[in-house]
């Protein structure tokens, strides 16, 4: 072989070589380098591809599985979808909000008026009490008997107000809760890419129960009998309303 060929063997050869350092490079390389890039495939991914068929029992169509609004899809309906899911103990966050300043100050106003009611109704009756004196074994005078008899029903109707304006606050109090805490939910299922989120109480909470009936909706309360932990985001939730758990 002349000196010329052997130059240019040497050169091929040489080339060779950084070609493969490059590939093998690219190689052992590239899935640390991809790993850098976001949305970039890994070292063993598949794809990427339209969709993927899965054989089912003889004589049918294959299953084809895709990506539709970001969320895998065996079927064009809205419902075959695969969403993700999550649950919260809703009874521990609404005693949490219940029991909040904003809320409490106001049950507390109709208490004092309850209670400064009741006290003003038993000085009146002791009012009367003292002005139609009884004497022993007798019964009131019949003065005595109409002024409590109106004291009464005073009474009765003082009583039904203050039950209907407490009643009425409850329910406002609660749904005033429940909003609170569905933005949290919201709020959280936004930043998680979370589509369902169910309402439950943890299996292993006792019941404190008083009867029957009280352990019975307390049964009914727990909605999920088995769960994977990494779904329940009370925490979260609590977290988000500036609530401890």
Do not use: C, H
């Not at 999550?86 to 909040?100: C, N, P, R, T």
């Not at 003292?130 to 109409?146: L, Y």
């Not at 609170?180 to 890419?193: C, D, F, G, R, Y």
């Amino acid at each position: 072989m002349q000196r010329s060929d052997r130059f240019i063997v040497a050169g091929s050869l040489a080339l060779s070589v950084l070609a493969l350092g490059v590939a093998l490079s690219n190689q052992v390389g590239g899935p640390a380098l991809n790993t850098a890039v976001a949305g970039a495939p890994l070292g063993n991914d598949l794809g990427p591809t339209d969709g993927l068929l899965l054989a089912t029992e003889a004589g049918k169509d294959a299953l084809r599985i895709a990506a539709k609004d970001g969320r895998l899809s065996w079927g064009d309906r809205v419902t075959n979808r695969a969403w993700s899911i999550a649950a919260v103990d809703i009874d521990k966050v609404m005693k949490k909000l219940l029991e909040g300043t904003s809320y409490t100050d106001k049950r507390n106003e109709i208490k004092d008026k309850l209670e400064k009611g009741q006290a003003e109704f038993q000085k009146r009756a002791e009012e009367i009490q003292a002005k139609f004196p009884m004497a022993p074994g007798s019964p009131p005078p019949p003065e005595g008997q109409q002024a409590m008899q109106v004291l009464q029903q005073e009474y009765r109707m003082f009583s039904e107000a203050i039950s209907t304006e407490g009643e009425k606050l409850a329910s406002e109090q609660f749904e005033a809760a429940y909003r609170e805490l569905i933005a949290a939910v919201e709020s959280i299922s936004e930043k998680e890419s979370i589509d369902l989120v169910f309402r439950f109480q943890p299996t292993a909470d006792p019941f404190d129960s008083k009867g029957s009936g009280d352990a019975l909706d307390r049964i009914r309360a727990r909605l999920l009998l088995k769960y994977p932990a990494q779904i329940d985001i009370t925490p979260e939730v609590l977290k988000v309303l500036n609530l401890t758990a």
